[in-house]
């Protein structure tokens, strides 16, 4: 198995514009999780989804921030605006849903850098 | 709620010497206990787990941890380090019972810096 797989690894783009991650989950697991990383907060939990539906998405800071997933095999998220305080490692992580001693398994990120 | 605490953000340790990593946790209920590694630019691995039974729990690349429920602790430990260990290490503690809720939380993070 590859792996979750995350795309791009880097993108620097303007303020103002839109920004797209893309996140494939491992096949088989039901459970996709979104994160960001800064030196400042650590990691945060912005979304997660069971079965392609999303459950909790508290953590999304801002209406600037969604995610979908419109199938099993794939999840993006998309921040419209950007500011440059979005910059941050955004990582993708799935798990089988049903069994909770399993970890996650996480993608190689994607480091976003707003100018 | 949970709440993890990694009371060291930095350790540095010299090669070959041992190192203990500290992690505590707060929880009204029983939980599942992880340490994951990210090493510099990649994605966090799964180091070990702690589900239930023994309370010594090994893992990958010569790294231990031990379950103390009367401390809620769980310390990751490893006897003889190398340069390659230096990375960052998580501790995460996930609800046992939380099927539908199933984020963990994590700590702040350990950085790791082995010396030559």
């Known amino acids: 198995d590859a792996g979750v797989i995350q795309s791009p690894r880097h993108e620097v783009t303007e303020m103002g514009q839109e920004v797209t991650l893309r996140c494939k989950p491992i096949?088989?697991?039901?459970?996709l999780f979104w994160y960001r990383q800064t030196m400042m907060r650590g990691l945060e939990l912005l979304i997660y989804?069971?079965?392609?539906?999303?459950?909790?998405d508290s953590g999304m800071p801002e209406d600037r921030f969604s995610a979908k997933m419109p199938n099993a095999s794939f999840s993006t998220l998309k921040i419209q605006p950007s500011e440059p305080r979005d910059s941050a490692v955004y990582f993708c992580?799935?798990?089988?849903?049903?069994?909770?001693?399993?970890?996650?398994?996480f993608g190689s990120g994607t480091r976003l850098t707003v100018v | 709620a949970q709440s993890v605490t990694q009371l060291d953000s930095q350790v540095p340790v010299f090669e070959e010497a041992p190192v203990e990593l500290r992690c505590n946790y707060s929880?009204?209920?029983?939980?599942?206990l992880f340490w994951y590694v990210q090493y510099p630019n990649q994605g966090l691995q799964l180091l070990l787990k702690?589900?239930?039974?023994?309370?010594l729990v090994k893992g990958i690349n010569g790294f231990e941890a031990e379950f103390n429920k009367s401390q809620t602790s769980f310390h990751l430990r490893k006897p003889s380090v190398h340069i390659s260990d230096t990375a960052e290490y998580f501790c995460?503690?996930?609800?046992?019972?939380?099927?539908?809720?199933?984020?963990?939380?994590f700590g702040p993070g350990t950085r790791l810096s082995v010396l030559p």
């Open positions: 992580a799935s798990s089988l849903g049903v069994g909770r001693s399993y970890g996650y398994t």
């Open positions: 096949s088989g697991h039901n459970s």
């Open positions: 989804f069971n079965n392609n539906v999303p459950i909790d």
């Open positions: 929880s009204s209920v029983s939980v599942y």
């Open positions: 702690y589900l239930s039974g023994s309370t």
């Open positions: 995460a503690v996930r609800k046992s019972r939380d099927n539908y809720g199933q984020n963990f939380v």
